[in-house]
């Protein structure tokens, strides 16, 4: 009866620590998620950035 009510406790423990590790998983993609939008947002930025840039030149090389 004791091996029986040991392997329940340790099944327990197993599940209790990959819940743990489930929820870390889930909060770490999350943030990675975030980070990714936010680094394709300001790539979106400086493209726009970068165009305005070049039409300016463009402009400028015309009037030469």
């Known amino acids: 009866m004791f091996w029986a ?3 329940v406790a340790m099944g327990f423990s197993g599940l209790a ?7 870390r998983v889930f ?3 999350e943030r990675l998620g ?4 936010d680094s394709a947002a300001r790539i979106g ?3 726009d950035d970068l165009e305005r840039a070049s039409m300016s ?3 400028a090389a015309e009037s030469l």
Do not use: C, D
Request: net charge positive.
């Open 27 to 29: 909060v770490e993609a």
């Open 57 to 59: 030149a463009a402009r």
């Open 45 to 47: 930025r400086a493209a």
């Open 17 to 23: 620590v990959l819940a743990v590790l489930a929820v």
């Open 34 to 37: 975030r980070q990714v939008s």
């Open 5 to 7: 009510m040991f392997a």
